[in-house]
């Protein structure tokens, strides 16, 4: 694993977005992996201004999200395609088919996980795939469990995800209980990973996802297998690795 430590959240950001501002730059098509929460809120604002800087093109863009909250329709303000359309997707000129969000609000009988690896399958490959990390150690929401998940699909979330999301909704009642989220599998198969942590919070968890056992029960420690892997700190969330 590379890892960047960098100087605050602004540092972080546009270190970040310059990554993904020079595969899209190098590629007249390319396929990007993107993460919602709050953390790469800073990434989204950077390639909207190089965008409106005339120095980005997303005409040539697809991007497949990692998750979905399991309910939420597209219009609800707090569903992850509501945000995307809000941080990057309505202020660039990504084509409107080329967007991927995991559907929340499939009925039982349609699979979205299979419905979701099919289309990230016929685009070819993720080139680069964007991640956040929750504060017990998932990616996605690939919540802490016995075995790492293979693919996209439904995944129940623990008291510890609901306990950080409910801030995001009115009361904790509020906070879906499922997700969709791509499958470790899935995310692993990406040709290039950019983990994103900032903030005193995560410290802990992103020495363990970095340097501890690589377990199913912190799902972001398989990062450590993955060949490509840049993760990109700011100085609170690097306080506790060695060897940067
Ligand atoms: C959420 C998302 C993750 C995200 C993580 C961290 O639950 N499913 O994709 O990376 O939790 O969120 P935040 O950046 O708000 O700390």
């Given at each position: 694993m590379k890892i960047i430590i960098e100087k605050n959240y602004e540092e972080m950001s546009r270190t970040a977005a310059m990554l993904f501002a020079a595969e899209i730059m190098e590629h007249e098509t390319t396929t990007l992996g993107l993460a919602t929460g709050s953390t790469p809120i800073g990434f989204y604002r950077e390639l909207v201004k190089l965008y409106r800087q005339g120095k980005l093109d997303f005409s040539g863009v697809s991007t497949f999200n990692l998750d979905e909250y399991v309910g939420l329709s597209p219009e609800h303000e707090q569903s992850y395609?509501?945000?995307?359309?809000?941080?990057?997707?309505?202020?660039?000129?990504?084509?409107?088919?080329?967007?991927?969000?995991?559907?929340?609000?499939?009925?039982?009988?349609?699979?979205?996980?299979?419905?979701?690896?099919?289309?990230?399958?016929?685009?070819?490959?993720?080139?680069?795939?964007?991640?956040?990390?929750?504060?017990?150690?998932?990616?996605?929401?690939?919540?802490?469990?016995?075995?790492?998940?293979?693919?996209?699909?439904?995944?129940?979330?623990?008291?510890?995800?609901?306990?950080?999301?409910?801030?995001f909704f009115e009361c904790r009642e509020d906070v879906p209980k499922e997700a969709v989220s791509m499958g470790i599998g899935t995310i692993m198969r990406a040709e290039k990973i950019v983990l994103l942590?900032?903030?005193?919070?995560?410290?802990?968890?992103?020495?363990?996802?970095?340097?501890?056992?690589?377990?199913?029960?912190?799902?972001?420690?398989?990062?450590?297998?993955?060949?490509?892997?840049?993760?990109?700190?700011?100085?609170?969330?690097?306080?506790?690795?060695?060897?940067?």
């Open positions: 395609h509501y945000f995307m359309k809000e941080q990057l997707f309505e202020h660039v000129n990504i084509r409107p088919e080329n967007i991927h969000v995991p559907e929340g609000t499939l009925d039982l009988k349609q699979d979205a996980g299979a419905i979701y690896e099919e289309q990230i399958r016929s685009a070819g490959k993720i080139r680069i795939q964007l991640l956040g990390l929750g504060e017990n150690g998932h990616i996605g929401f690939n919540e802490p469990a016995d075995e790492f998940t293979k693919t996209t699909g439904k995944i129940l979330l623990t008291n510890s995800t609901i306990e950080a999301n409910k801030r942590v900032n903030g005193k919070k995560k410290a802990k968890i992103l020495k363990e996802v970095t340097e501890g056992a690589v377990t199913a029960r912190v799902p972001g420690s398989i990062l450590q297998f993955h060949p490509n892997v840049i993760v990109i700190a700011d100085e609170e969330a690097g306080e506790y690795l060695t060897g940067v």
